[in-house]
């Protein structure tokens, strides 16, 4: 795992063309072969329900079936991420732009004629290479995972190795898309018109990256100051924003540098990456908080803890602190004390903010009905493009491009594990404040509070025990919406 993540960490950093992902399974074939999967089924069938011993074999299964896939699937990695690393999108003019740097110009272009000329090249692209290599690992993943006969099918293989119902959340989410229609049909075109001055009905997938954008708060958030400001607030929090040099902040321009951040835990918790490509503005801000979530949790888990519950489990966990952190955005508090943001513009902010929030559930709610049907097989591969444009511009109002409908997918439902870490940061949120008031965030008692009884636990626990644990209470999305309806007033 360590020489796996250093590799997906150094591709992704731009520090090397592409991750060598196929000699580390060669190396290690024994630990991925028939036997070691059958071994991991015979311990998690023989242990009792609800044992520690039955919770360790199946996040050991989970990880089994997934490296089984990953190993034979591995060709086809290293070719994507050799792509993205490499490929350039050329315009209809003859300019020529990195693929990785395309959702960087998109946001930042005032100019909605560019924005197009690039979303219509890229797409083009996409269709003609990168879609079909996603296409070909999306068949053969739910192909590899089906035929090593756990369950009937990707779907109650994913459930049972994840103690994760997909029919439950699929309910809640056509549930909250139901709930938020109105708000979203009211805020919908009063942010496209003020902020994009064009007609809601025409607006598309790169017309929303640059009204998320936000630049007109530019100004409160300046780059030179954003690492200083949001280690400042952690250390106020009583807790070492570095973890005594165990974090290493990756945060300058590198062209082959992917546009997405990411962390990468190498060696948990000794070594961890926060990766970022600056895109400006509030949304590296928002970014870097996000990943700091990240590297903290997995800085500070437990040592001693067993290999599945440092390096495996429920991702729902770790993306939830990810977003407790980048939810300071949407505090006036936090907000008034660490940014630039005046007392003037505090209103416009945090109701965008909440727009924003909104939009982004939205859209998580649709990509994960959709995922069901990419990964559950009721849908020839050949409809899914036209499902994927109609569920993700239905939800959100931005028409949406076929291209997109397998490489807009992170594979193994992880937005199953995004939606339900947004329920449980909501939790997390409102057990921080009732424990050290509205201004948890720079409480000297909160932060050793998250250290042990959140970041040490790695991921043993699953986002609704954990919850339950926590707070009391189930997952639902009633306090997001609640939260965005107080954003949006």
């Known amino acids: 795992m360590e020489e796996l993540t250093r590799e997906y960490y150094l591709s992704g950093a731009g520090l090397k063309p592409t991750a060598e992902l196929q000699p580390l399974y060669r190396q290690y074939s024994d630990i991925l072969s028939e036997d070691s999967l059958a071994l991991a089924l015979e311990a998690f069938r023989a242990a009792t329900p609800g044992s520690e011993e039955h919770r360790q074999a199946r996040i050991l299964l989970e990880w089994q079936a997934d490296s089984q896939s990953g190993r034979v699937l591995a060709p086809l990695d290293e070719r994507e991420i050799a792509w993205e690393t490499s490929a350039m999108v050329t315009l209809a003019d003859g300019t020529r732009l990195q693929f990785e740097r395309t959702p960087i110009e998109i946001a930042n272009s005032a100019d909605r004629s560019w924005r197009l000329a690039i979303e219509k090249a890229r797409s083009t692209l996409l ?97 030179r100051a954003m690492e200083e400001q949001v280690q400042r607030q952690v250390r106020e929090m009583g807790v070492d924003p570095l973890a005594a040099g165990r974090i290493r902040l990756d945060t300058s321009e590198r062209e082959g540098k992917r546009s997405r951040a990411f962390c990468a835990p190498v060696r948990v918790p000794d070594e961890v990456y926060l990766v970022l490509r600056p895109h400006g ?50 505090d006036a508090g936090w907000l008034q004390r660490y940014t630039e943001l005046g007392e003037s513009g505090m209103r416009a902010f945090l109701r965008s903010a909440g727009f924003e929030e909104l939009h982004y559930l939205r859209r998580y709610c649709a990509k994960f009905i959709y995922e069901t049907h990419l990964y559950g097989g009721d849908v020839p591969f050949d409809s899914l493009p036209d499902l994927y444009v109609e569920l993700l511009s239905k939800a959100t109002n931005f028409q949406y491009s076929r291209s997109e409908a397998f490489v807009d997918v992170d594979p193994h439902y992880y937005s199953a594990r995004y939606l339900r870490a947004w329920q449980l940061q909501a939790l997390l949120s409102e057990t921080l404040r009732q424990r050290y008031d509205e201004d948890w965030w720079r409480n000297p008692r909160a932060g050793p509070w998250m250290v042990q009884s959140l970041f040490s636990e790695g991921q043993r626990e699953l986002a609704h025990e954990q919850a339950k644990r926590v707070s009391g209470r189930e997952l639902s999305f009633a306090p997001l919406v609640r939260e965005i309806e107080k954003l949006l007033t």
């Open 127 to 223: 269709e003609a290479e990168l879609a079909p290599l996603r296409r070909e690992r999306f068949q053969r993943e739910r192909d590899i995972i089906e035929r090593l006969g756990l369950a009937s099918g990707y779907n109650a293989t994913w459930e049972l190795l994840t103690g994760i119902s997909l029919g439950d959340l699929r309910a809640q989410c056509e549930q909250f898309l139901r709930d938020t229609q109105a708000a979203w049909d009211e805020t919908f075109p009063e942010f496209v018109k003020r902020v994009l001055h064009i007609d809601p009905k025409i607006a598309t997938r790169s017309d929303a990256l640059a009204l998320f954008r936000a630049h007109e708060f530019d100004a409160a958030f300046p780059a």
């Open 281 to 330: 503005g509030q949304t590296d801000w928002s970014t870097f908080l996000h990943e700091l979530g990240h590297a903290l949790h997995f800085a500070y888990a437990r040592p001693d803890y067993p290999f599945e519950y440092r390096w495996l489990g429920d991702n729902s966990v770790t993306e939830s602190y990810a977003m407790l952190f980048d939810h300071h955005m949407d």
